[in-house]
């Protein structure tokens, strides 16, 4: 099974950081990686999918690149709706990344 | 609007059986893959189970395969999970989710709908 690597495991930064999330799979996944945005208590959002699409209807300071093995979702401007859990899927066996909670600091 | 409501959440005893659905609604549900997932609490997302527009294809997860069944009914669009021999870790919060088909991810989820698996 193709196994995914997430990190960080929690971020702290502040409104207006730049933030970037790393992903990584144990063998080639092409561009079939999708991050998902989860806020507590909520179900997961599809944010970014084929590693670098943004989803309808999400703010363009989301992006995605990467193919491969190394995959990497950046907010340029991060922005108080922000602060949740990020999650990386990847396509090929739908396995997700551990997560990345994003805090306030 | 695309809707996904899950139901028959709640708890079960160790080695004992539950039924989840899926109502589906706002798209043609006969054209997608349906997807469970699900989140034990204070933890991550984890992938149970596919199946495709047809039920042609079905695949599950590791940790649920031999004792959990996914299906659908196209004709009341719906889905179905099947669980029998509940452990003690599959309480969780179970979504269901639906396969984008241009897009490769996960589209749309419904609200999740809880399992508590305790004697």
């Known amino acids: 099974d193709i196994q995914m690597t997430q990190s960080p495991s929690t971020l702290s930064a502040s409104v207006g950081d730049r933030v970037t999330i790393t992903c990584r799979a144990s063998?080639?996944?092409?561009?079939?990686l999708a991050w998902y945005q989860q806020k507590p208590g909520k179900a997961p959002k599809l944010l970014i999918y084929?590693?670098?699409s943004l989803e309808s209807g999400v703010p363009s300071r989301f992006s995605g690149s990467g193919s491969g093995t190394e995959f990497t979702l950046t907010i340029s401007s991060l922005q108080p709706d922000d602060f949740a859990t990020y999650y990386c899927?990847?396509?090929?066996?739908?396995?997700f990344g551990q997560g990345t909670k994003v805090e306030i600091k | 609007e695309v809707q996904l409501v899950e139901s028959g959440g709640g708890l079960v005893k160790p080695g004992g059986s539950l039924r989840l659905s899926c109502a589906a609604s706002?798209?043609?549900?006969?054209?997608?893959?349906m997807n469970w997932v699900r989140q034990a609490p204070g933890k991550g997302l984890e992938w149970v189970s596919s199946i495709s527009s047809s039920s042609s294809y079905i695949y599950y997860a590791d940790s649920v395969k031999g004792r959990f069944t996914i299906s659908r009914d196209n004709a009341k669009n719906s889905l179905y999970l099947q669980m029998n021999s509940l452990r003690a870790e599959d309480t969780a919060v179970y979504y269901c989710a639906r396969d984008g088909t241009v897009v490769r991810g996960f589209d749309y989820w419904g609200q999740g709908t809880l399992v508590t698996v305790s004697s």
């Open positions: 063998q080639s996944i092409s561009s079939w």
């Open positions: 084929d590693a670098s």
């Open positions: 706002g798209f043609t549900f006969s054209s997608y893959s």
């Open positions: 899927q990847q396509y090929n066996s739908y396995l």
